[in-house]
């Protein structure tokens, strides 16, 4: 047999030898070790065992190549089949196993290390956030502590965790809520649940502080074992807020509910949706009956609630001290001053109305009466001087605007003066007070009589027609003037001397005290006449100022 047909007749056997050994040693290299002496009599024993392999295999490949075989024959047959199959193969293969076998174990070795490394690193981590949490964490297995954190330890008023061990959850529950405890204990203990609600109660701490915490409990492995997880927050500084917030609330409410005025809120269609305890005050309906009903059915002008939104558009949204008329529940009717500005909804739109109204009702009462004591005569309840001047100052611009006449008519009293001399000052009073009934009598709607002061009365006719018909109404009045007056059982007869002038609009409204002067001195000049007659003063000129 030549060389060539020797080695192509093991070459399949020699392949699969080198593809194990290849193998083999292709394993020990990817898998790493652990140290390097480790290392060495692996790598000792796979090289010796590869050396017998190769050596067995030389042998064989020329066993029966005639011209090397006397070059490595060793003794007889037996001896080099002992040297090539038992030593070499038998051997070597031995050593590569033996090599191998001792990198086996520490691949797994190195796998359990590795997943004992990376449990190590998250309990580590699951410790570090444990311990940086703010809420308390304890673990208690038969209501004793095994672990706490120090958030727990700073609950309670310990100096550290490890302080906590061994003690009882239950020596730091208050008295209150023991029994709530020990129940909720006894479910998980029995693994009725996995996990409990969160619950509130009260914990004590080492130096007798009580502390409100809320407390969420569930089953959890430590160490191999089964125990109870709870997890306190301090909710303390929360309560005491809240508890701050609720009376805030309740003084506010307080002071809401019994303030003077009565607040209130509508939507945009005037139903009320709040109101404050004075709605009763000032409305007749209680805060809660007066939910829902519209404040536009409640004005005594129709069109109030149309007004008042007017005001509020024209004032930017807000009305300070708006007056209106009001109907209460029981009927009544009475007069309010309201503040009020719009509201907005979340969107930043007007969602409604909300202000403060109060009962003005006396105070506008009041208001008129000063108002009307201030533009009347006290005595006669006739227009006084003031009122007289300004209701001549409107008259002007109506008589021009209409194109028609008007006139003043100034008289005096006759004889007045005798009378206080005679009978007295209470006496003259009675006697004007009934002068100004016979002028209220004889006066028309559109006519204005006033008091100008003594025994001087004035009268002003819209819209007379003429010269003569305005000396037919002072023939009359003369007439209802100088019939007697019963005062105190005597009757008192008095004379009456009227000045007339007539106005057309045209004299400006700076003519006003001109026109009473000029009445005036007419009317002087009739009581120089021999009164009981009236005399017409000449027109003034027309206003420069007149287009």
């Avoid at 611009?397 to 003043?408: D, F, L, M, Q, Y």
């Amino acid at each position: 047999m030549n060389i060539f047909e020797t080695l192509t007749a093991d070459i399949p056997l020699e392949s699969f030898r080198a593809l194990v050994v290849a193998g083999l040693f292709a394993y020990v290299t990817i898998v790493g070790r652990r140290t390097k002496q480790s290392a060495n009599k692996g790598w000792s024993l796979l090289l010796s065992g590869f050396g017998l392999l190769l050596f067995a295999s030389i042998i064989d490949v020329t066993d029966n190549f005639e011209q090397l075989n006397p070059l490595i024959i060793v003794g007889d047959t037996h001896e080099q089949a002992f040297l090539e199959k038992v030593v070499g193969y038998l051997g070597g293969f031995i050593l590569v196993f033996a090599g191998f076998l001792r990198w086996l174990p520490l691949a797994t070795e190195n796998a359990q290390m590795r997943e004992q490394h990376a449990l190590e690193e998250g309990q580590q981590r699951y410790r570090d956030l444990v311990d940086l949490s703010p809420d308390a964490i304890i673990l208690h297995r038969n209501s004793k502590i095994i672990y706490a954190n120090t958030a727990a330890a700073e609950l309670v008023g310990a100096t550290q965790p490890d302080d906590l061990i061994g003690q009882s959850i239950k020596s730091f529950i208050h008295p209150d809520y023991q029994q709530q405890t020990q129940e909720r204990l006894r479910v998980l203990e029995k693994n009725k649940i996995k996990r409990l609600p969160l619950v509130t109660l009260k914990v004590l701490t080492k130096i007798g502080d009580i502390c409100d915490v809320e407390v969420a409990s569930g089953i959890t492995n430590f160490k191999g074992e089964i125990v109870i997880q709870s997890v306190l927050r301090d909710t303390s500084a929360r309560m005491q807020a809240e508890k701050a917030l609720k009376n805030s609330e309740h003084e506010l409410r307080s002071i809401f509910d019994n303030m003077a005025e009565f607040y209130y809120r509508a939507d945009l269609d005037g139903r009320i949706v709040r109101a404050s305890g004075a709605a009763l005050e000032v409305t007749g309906w209680s805060s809660e009956d007066i939910i829902d009903l519209k404040l536009a059915d409640r004005y005594v002008d129709p069109e109030g609630r149309e007004k008042f939104l007017t005001a509020m558009q024209e004032s930017n949204g807000i009305v300070r001290n708006y007056e209106a008329q009001m109907i209460r529940r029981d009927g009544e009717r009475i007069w309010v001053s309201t503040n009020a500005r719009y509201f907005l909804d979340s969107n930043g739109a007007i969602a409604g109305v909300e202000g403060t109204t109060r009962d003005i009702t006396e105070t506008v009462q009041a208001r008129d009466v000063l108002q009307h004591m201030a533009m009347h005569d006290v005595l006669t309840g006739l227009g006084n001087r003031r009122s007289f001047e300004s209701r001549l100052k409107e008259a002007l611009p109506r008589a021009k605007r209409a194109e028609t006449n008007g006139a003043i008519l100034y008289f005096d009293l006759d004889g007045f003066k005798a009378v206080n001399d005679t009978y007295g000052h209470d006496c003259g009073d009675n006697v004007l007070r009934m002068v100004g009934k016979r002028l209220k009598a004889l006066a028309r709607e559109t006519d204005f009589v006033a008091r100008i002061g003594g025994d001087e009365f004035c009268l002003i006719i819209e819209g007379a027609a003429d010269v003569v018909a305005v000396e037919r109404v002072a023939e009359k009045l003369i007439s209802a003037l100088t019939e007697p007056y019963e005062v105190a059982a005597h009757q008192i007869t008095l004379g009456v001397s009227v000045g007339i002038i007539l106005f057309d609009g045209n004299e400006g409204e700076d003519a006003v005290h001109t026109l009473i002067t000029h009445a005036d001195h007419a009317m002087y000049q009739a009581k120089t006449n021999g009164g009981n007659a009236c005399c017409i003063a000449p027109s003034i000129p027309a206003s420069r100022n007149d287009t």
